[in-house]
């Protein structure tokens, strides 16, 4: 605790000490940081929350503009969680203060719970992400590969909190894990010399920090593959539809396209698929990573005097503010690049 007082990371997001932490940054926070980087986070945060600065104007918002403001970040069913719990926050007039009953909200699962918990409201708890992972692993030198580690991570990380340390500062106790783990304990190279944990690190008095935690050998990612259609009329629009508001990038706005499958199409089978009869010419294509598959994806793009076809119509100037995935920008940069 007397390193985090020293050390402790200015965040957007972070109560400055002497503060009260407000339970809608905190919340926000944790539902962007999900499979994202602080980096890549901070200005979608800051632009987010001058958008929508409370729970409340959240809440009231339109769920397209949501969808808006999140596009870039990913995993877009965080953003219709996001606004389903703000609306059910404003029905119980205000954040629950225990992890119970936070776990009841929409988008909440075990770990986001515990981490509001400790840091907006001072529960005794201490929240597992990966650098707190990282961090217990190597303090109780856990070898047993992850994910099967999971459980002897928490048991240990529990064992941790209940340090009279933890238990007086519960709020900055989550947080120094979180910060010792992304400035000293780092995957590679850890800075040993400089933790203030280093007498006690058991990894570190067997020589084997750097490999920990172990983790179990992924299998490789599956390919699938798509052809997505540009289609723009006399006047500079193009054509765009929406998802599906479940499943992968549900709801968000796409280019018309054909589905994603483990096998390339043929150009008579993309065109099957095509929006409209035109002269269509090939682009390239682009590559995007999710999660559990690589996914490729053909451009053909084509002009015509009047579009009719099923979606709508966005003049091409609008499409920064559109609510677009990061793959969608792919392929509209490498149409507009072309």
Same mark, same amino acid.
């Given at each position: 605790? $007397? ?5 402790? %990371? ?22 962007? +940081?999900?499979?994202?980087?602080? !980096?890549?986070? @901070? ?5 987010? +929350?001058?958008?929508? *600065?409370? @729970? ?6 339109? /769920? ?18 996001? $606004? /389903? ?20 909200? *929409? ?15 001072? @529960? ?18 856990? !070898? ?26 519960? &709020? ?15 995957? &590679? ?6 933790? *203030? ?29 798509? @052809?997505?259609?540009?289609? !723009? ?9 929406? %998802? ?25 089978? /993309?065109?099957? $698929? ?13 590559? $995007? ?36 995935? &990061? ?12």
């Amino acid at each position: 605790m $007397h390193w985090y007082d020293r050390n402790r %990371r200015v965040l957007p997001w972070r109560a400055r000490p002497g503060e009260v932490a407000d339970p809608y940054r905190v919340w926000l926070s944790e539902i962007m +940081l999900q499979q994202t980087t602080v !980096t890549a986070v @901070v200005p979608y945060y800051e632009r987010f +929350l001058t958008r929508f *600065p409370n @729970v409340a104007a959240l809440a009231c918002a339109d /769920a397209s503009d949501v969808m808006a403001a999140w596009a870039g970040l990913g995993y877009y069913a965080r953003a219709r969680n996001l $606004h /389903a719990c703000a609306k059910a926050v404003m029905a119980l007039g205000g954040f629950p203060c225990t992890i119970e009953g936070l776990r009841a909200l *929409p988008g909440i699962g075990p770990y986001t719970a515990a981490a509001i918990a400790a840091i907006a409201f001072g @529960v005794p708890a201490v929240p597992i992400d990966g650098n707190v992972e990282r961090v217990v692993s190597r303090l109780y030198a856990i !070898t047993t590969p992850l994910p099967a580690a999971k459980p002897e991570i928490a048991a240990a990380a529990l064992q941790l909190g209940a340090e009279p340390a933890a238990q007086a500062r519960p &709020s900055d106790f989550a947080q120094a894990l979180f910060d010792l783990g992304a400035s000293l304990c780092t995957p &590679s190279n850890p800075a040993c010399v400089l933790c *203030p944990l280093t007498a006690g690190c058991a990894a570190r008095q067997q020589s084997i920090a750097v490999s920990l935690p172990r983790k179990a050998p992924k299998a490789a990612r599956p390919r699938r593959f798509g @052809v997505q259609f540009w289609l !723009t009329d006399a006047s500079g629009q193009v054509l765009l539809r929406q %998802r599906p508001p479940r499943g992968l990038l549900g709801g968000m706005t796409e280019l018309p396209g054909t589905p994603w499958r483990a096998a390339p199409w043929t150009l008579a089978e /993309a065109l099957e $698929h095509a929006p409209l009869t035109a002269d269509w010419a090939d682009l390239g294509a682009i590559s $995007h990573v999710f999660t559990h598959f690589e996914l490729q994806l053909g451009v053909l793009a084509a002009r015509v005097p009047t579009v009719q076809a099923e979606g709508f119509l966005l003049p091409v100037a609008e499409l920064p503010q559109a609510a677009l995935p &990061s793959v969608m920008r792919k392929c509209v940069r490498l149409a507009l690049g072309q």
